[in-house]
């Protein structure tokens, strides 16, 4: 059975101190591995994908990575207005698994 | 990527009631997708509406609970049927992921029964 399970289900950062966010799963197969940033009454918005092991992409203050087992969600030097619940999925075969997510916290 | 609008934006309904949800896209897509994702959980695959086929569900949703329509490449309607404070809800439609690529989320009916 597809599992994603993602790390720590909370937390609160300094505005600044720059921390990972996890994800590790168990596919059969792995198309693709998406993150997506959720905020409070609004939908999944989509950040990256990543293919392969070994594969990396940034955007501003986010940098995802990705190895056979889990992917990594790095902030830098985050920003209150990065507060929001963070989500990885995977695409096995043809439908994306979500994990529970990750709800973070910056305070200035 | 697509704008995706969903109708209505919040509900508050009494049990044994039915209510449609509406999904209009921007752009003609092949593949939209229905989930649920109950209060403080992720999200949770319904079912797949392709245009000019039977909708395809996810193991525990059934058709006589989630009937599903897609009657054009532009438009998906869910309904949720006979419902129970257990269907209260955020339920989102989400477009796109042809060929691997990520799917694209409109902001949901929020869905409360009484």
């Known amino acids: 059975e597809d599992q994603v399970t993602q790390s720590p289900e909370a937390l609160r950062l300094q505005e600044g101190e720059s921390s990972s966010l996890n994800c590790s799963y168990t596919?059969?197969?792995?198309?693709?591995l998406f993150w997506y940033r959720q905020d409070p009454g609004k939908g999944p918005e989509f950040l990256f994908t990543?293919?392969?092991a070994g594969e990396e992409k940034e955007k501003e203050r986010l940098k995802a990575t990705l190895t056979k087992k889990e992917s990594f969600l790095h902030i830098t030097a985050p920003k209150p207005e990065d507060s929001a619940t963070y989500l990885c999925?995977?695409?096995?075969?043809?439908?994306?698994?979500f994990g529970s997510g990750t709800r973070l916290q910056v305070q200035p | 990527s697509a704008v995706i609008s969903q109708k209505p934006s919040r509900d508050i309904c009494q049990r044994g009631t039915s209510l449609t949800i509406q999904c209009q896209v921007d752009?003609?897509?092949?593949?939209m997708f229905w989930y649920r994702q109950q209060p403080g959980q992720s999200l949770t695959l319904i079912a797949t509406?392709?245009?000019?086929?039977?909708?395809?569900?996810e193991s525990g949703f059934v058709i006589d609970k989630f009937p599903i329509s897609r009657p054009n490449l532009t438009f998906s309607t869910l309904t949720v049927s006979n419902m129970s404070p257990e269907d209260s809800s955020i339920y989102l439609c989400?477009?796109?992921?042809?060929?691997?690529?990520?799917?694209?989320f409109g902001d949901g009916t929020r869905l409360s029964i009484l």
């Open positions: 999925a995977v695409l096995p075969r043809r439908a994306l698994t």
């Open positions: 752009s003609q897509v092949t593949m």
């Open positions: 596919v059969s197969g792995l198309r693709g």
């Open positions: 989400s477009v796109g992921g042809d060929s691997n690529q990520p799917q694209h």
């Open positions: 990543l293919y392969s």
């Open positions: 509406a392709n245009q000019g086929s039977e909708a395809t569900y």
